[in-house]
């Protein structure tokens, strides 16, 4: 792989970990009741996450673009943390909801 490719997996693997590193203490803050420090660490956790969706938007246009893409174990695992983490961050709101409603 390339050079470029692995700068972005390594982008994708880091912002996402950001992202999902910010959810979760958002997640701490709420539980305590501080759900304006909450929603500040999840509006961090959104930029994270939207870098991190740009550096693998970025990818599927050179795709698209014909310019084929190799697979290999960095690309894919930079793609399952960001699934995951994406998955992550969406529960995590959810359960902040609940916090604030109960």
Known sequence: MS????????????????ARSFAFKALQEAKEGNYEEAEELLVKSEISANLAHKAQTELLFKEANGDKQEIDVLLIHSQDHLMTSMLAVELIKEIILLYKNK
Do not use: F
């Open 3 to 18: 050079e470029v490719n692995d700068l972005t997996s390594m982008t994708i693997i880091a912002n996402s970990g950001d």
